[in-house]
């Protein structure tokens, strides 16, 4: 059974950056489309970004120009790197990946 496992949440100040990864266990993971949503208390999930098999890219509008969205096959690693974060950033981050769900990892920008 596939296992998507995401890491590099935690607390960090208004302007700050974080790293998340999100790891694959499939052979194959290059096929699949890469997503990282979020979900903030009282909210739904939104798409933050994606990224296809072939690396296009797409990205939310209140994030574009702060975070980047890449993987590598070789790795069967996905990363969003999250740049001038802000307190609204603050939520639950979950990678899917080829219809598989992590379990998200906790992002919380805060002073």
């Known amino acids: 059974q596939v296992q998507v496992v995401e890491s590099g949440g935690g607390l960090v100040q208004p302007g700050g950056s974080l790293r998340l990864s999100c790891t694959a266990s499939t052979m194959l993971f290059r096929t699949y489309v890469m997503g990282w949503y979020r979900q903030a208390p009282g909210k739904q999930r939104e798409l933050v970004a994606q990224i296809t098999s072939s690396g296009n890219t797409n990205y939310e509008d209140s994030v574009k120009g702060r975070f980047t969205i890449s993987r590598d096959n070789a790795k069967r690693t996905g990363y969003l790197q999250m740049n001038s974060l802000k307190p609204e950033d603050t939520a639950v981050y979950y990678c899917?990946?080829?219809?598989?769900w992590g379990q998200g990892t906790q992002v919380t920008v805060s002073s």
């Open positions: 899917q990946h080829g219809g598989v």
